[in-house]
């Protein structure tokens, strides 16, 4: 079973709903991502933590917001989205730059 | 012209047989090379990586970098019914947190 957990695994929220994404890894990794896959698109980042300090935007619109309380746990706070926002979001960890584990994802659904 | 390219697939073979799995490259700056696989509502998994050209070996699988044509791919040998996923391919250069993906190959291996 995978070290990096999401939650929820599913989520539909409407245009104007603030909902938050969570992640949490039991790894003692001290990177933290979130990443963004579409259908037939390439797995995009999003935001990178390093040792808990945002160190990687990728230019991601302000109505993803995240937070990183400490090296264990990674939000992803939502809100007035899209609906080509609708995709699966992924939580990884690593310990140094190689990106290692990856979570199951939270489907989102933007109605 | 997209920095990864991966041909979508769908691949269908025949269990026992040789897998050869793809992508191409642009930037010359790539020097660390993955191949993640993913089940089916499931996040990635890390396969194998590799460093520059050459070749590495794991078990059934084979992962080959050709920096000179900017040519990565993934032998599975003796393929069999659970190798049947989407691979994707990454690259990265020297900042490893960077990495960008391929749109993934799906793979269909039947009994």
């Known amino acids: 079973e995978t070290g990096v957990t999401q939650t929820p695994r599913h989520l539909v929220m409407g245009m104007t709903n603030k909902k938050s994404l969570k992640c949490e890894q039991h790894l003692g990794h001290n990177a933290m991502y979130w990443y963004k896959q579409s259908a037939k698109k390439p797995l995009e980042l999003m935001f990178v933590?390093?040792?808990?300090?945002?160190?990687e935007n990728n230019s991601v619109p302000s109505r993803f917001s995240p937070e990183c309380p400490n090296s264990s746990h990674l939000f992803l706070h939502l809100h007035t989205l899209q609906p080509e926002d609708s995709a699966l979001y992924l939580c990884a960890s690593s310990q140094g730059p190689l990106v290692t584990f990856f979570g199951q994802g939270t489907r989102l659904t933007v109605v | 012209q997209k920095e990864v390219e991966q041909d979508p697939g769908p691949l269908s073979v025949p269990e026992g047989a040789i897998v050869s799995l793809n992508c191409t490259y642009s930037n010359s700056a790539f020097q660390y090379f993955m191949w993640y696989r993913q089940y089916s509502r499931k996040g990635p998994e890390l396969l194998m990586y590799?460093?520059?050209?050459g070749n590495k070996e794991d078990g059934r699988f084979t992962a080959q970098v050709d920096k000179s044509s900017k040519y990565i791919s993934l032998f599975i040998r003796d393929s069999q019914p659970s190798d049947s996923a989407t691979y994707l391919c990454?690259?990265?250069?020297?900042?490893?947190?960077?990495?960008?993906f391929g749109t993934g190959t799906r793979l269909l291996v039947s009994p």
């Open positions: 933590y390093s040792l808990e300090e945002r160190v």
């Open positions: 990454a690259a990265a250069n020297t900042g490893f947190q960077k990495l960008v």
């Open positions: 590799t460093y520059s050209s």
